[in-house]
């Protein structure tokens, strides 16, 4: 496995109804700091890719989601993971952009930069729109059921989607992949 790529909100830090609109909103879910800590000493490449519309529905500036992501990025560093970068969608859904997942141009946009084989990498995230991002160029990928999974899980069981690899939250899903038995990678 060359690289995951991670959605942020929901999988490395709770999922909030009015979104993460400065840096004393965001709260690192339980085990992912040290998930990404795992990953990172195993030498694996880390990137993160989220959807933050929020920036051009004017609730925040590009430069507060920039100022988050560092932040963000400085934390998990301090405890010894890395994350090589962030890149996200300021676009609304109804834009139609080419980088708001399940659309791919951000992990097209990180590959091309970082000179990453996709096919030889794994997608992490809370929503069906991240895992149809990661499928699009051909990512191995895994929901979790964090932030929106729950929800998400049952939406894939009705459409009878079968074969989703499933974890309970970032750690085990790192596990899935780094473990002794691994199932994904």
Known sequence: MQAVFLDRDG?????RAD???CWAEFEFLPGAVEAIVRLSQSGIRIFVVTNQAIVNRGMVSPETVDNINRWMMRDIAARGGRIEAVAYCPHRPEERCYCRKPQPGLLLQLAGGHGVHLPHSVLIGDALSDLQAGAAVGCRTVLVLTGRGPNQLAHAQ???LDGLAVAPDLGAAVEMLLGPRAEVA
Do not use: P
């Open 11 to 15: 999988v490395i830090n709770q999922n």
């Open 19 to 21: 979104h993460v609109k």
């Open 158 to 160: 009705a459409a009878r």
